[in-house]
Nanobody
């Protein structure tokens, strides 16, 4: 059974940092593309960042320069370092995994999802 478990969310002030973690189990992690999406109340799910099996990252324009995605294939984990957080970063952040090719920034095609972790940034 595949499991993706996120952690590391919390309540912080604007300008602060957080590091999100996603632990994967039950899949050959090293061959999967991993990604972070987020969803704020009343809004659609939004792409944040993705990293290929080979470690190549892609970011949404809104987070470039502030958020960094990385992965540790030895530990089956993917991370999201979040710096200079803004109120508009407030959302539930989801970890996702896909093996298939396709549009990496589209949530369609990601086969597995975590339960999400809440990030709240106060202005």
């Amino acid at each position: 059974q595949v499991q993706l478990v996120e952690s590391g969310g919390g309540l912080v002030q604007a300008g602060a940092s957080l590091r999100l973690f996603c632990a994967a189990a039950g899949l050959p992690f090293s061959i999967y593309r991993m990604a972070w999406f987020r969803q704020a109340p009343g809004k659609e799910r939004e792409f944040v960042a993705t990293i290929s099996s080979g470690g190549l990252p892609v970011y949404a324009d809104s987070v470039k320069g502030r958020l960094t995605i990385s992965r540790d294939n030895a530990k089956n984990t993917v991370h999201l370092q979040m710096n200079s957080l803004k109120a508009e970063d407030t959302a539930v952040y989801y970890c996702a995994a896909r093996k298939s090719a396709g549009a990496a920034a589209s949530w369609i095609g990601y086969e597995y999802w975590g339960q999400g972790t809440q990030v709240t940034v106060s202005a």
